[in-house]
T-cell receptor, first 111, second 109 residues
Framework: DTGVSQNPRHKITKRGQNVTFRCDPI?????LYWYRQTLGQGPEFLTY????????KSRLLSDRFSAERPKGSFSTLEIQRTEQGDSAMYLC?????????FGPGTRLTVL | QKEVEQDPGPLSVPEGAIVSLNCTYS??????FMWYRQYSRKGPELLMY????GNKEDGRFTAQVDKSSKYISLFIRDSQPSDSATYLC?????????FGKGTRLSVIA
């Protein structure tokens, strides 16, 4: 399967814990995006990378959130001191041009 | 006013019906328009991608763009139960996509 992959698919954690998600984009896609989706809403942009450079961050990305793409390939999204409001589906997408292809998402539940 | 408005539905139709899904947008800088299909608990899947005003057809799906009215549509002909999903319109902002809320569609056999 050469699509975008995300791990883990599901994560349940207790409030205050740190969590890290991984995204492996389609190979040769130079852009990688993170979105967050809550029930009944469309995905909302969090941040994006072109190669290893983080080019834009949404105001939704509080200082508890950090994302990296160290070698311009896979990316990680870390949430520190999780809150119940962080419960959502975290989606990763990659692109070479304007067409973004999404992974299956990581569903986070914060208890 | 949100940049992209989409009626969330839900929309329920009988099998074989023609479905019309619509979005309006406020930012005249949007040049590309996309429709994604999202099955429950899955990531969005790119369905159609259009650039210019007019129609684009792909099998049972037709995407229509009216830039003068800032209005886009997705038509599904001969709808099937397997079309039951949430349909999201999306437009590239600077680079990230701006999504509508999505319309939940159920096609009843």
């Amino acid at each position: 399967d050469t699509g975008v992959s995300q791990n883990p698919r599901h994560k349940i954690t207790k409030r205050g814990q740190n969590v890290t998600f991984r995204c492996d984009p389609i190979s040769e896609h130079n852009r990688l995006y993170w979105y967050r989706q809550t029930l009944g809403q469309g995905p909302e942009f969090l941040t994006y990378f072109q190669n290893e450079a983080q080019l834009e961050k949404s105001r939704l990305l509080s200082d508890r959130f950090s994302a990296e793409r160290p070698k311009g390939s896979f990316s990680t999204l870390e949430i520190q001191r999780t809150e119940q409001g962080d419960s959502a589906m975290y989606l990763c997408a990659s692109s070479f041009n304007n067409e973004q292809f999404f992974g299956p998402g990581t569903r986070l539940t914060v208890l | 006013q949100k940049e992209v408005e989409q009626d969330p539905g839900p929309l329920s139709v009988p099998e074989g019906a023609i479905v019309s899904l619509n979005c309006t947008y406020s930012n005249s800088a949007f040049q590309y328009f996309m429709w994604y299909r999202q099955y429950s608990r899955k990531g969005p899947e790119l369905l159609m991608y259009t650039y210019s005003s007019g129609n684009k057809e792909d099998g049972r799906f037709t995407a229509q763009v009216d830039k003068s009215s800032k209005y886009i549509s997705l038509f599904i002909r001969d709808s099937q139960p397997s079309d039951s999903a949430t349909y999201l319109c999306a437009m590239p902002g600077n680079t990230p996509l701006v999504f509508g809320k999505g319309t939940r569609l159920s096609v009843i056999a």
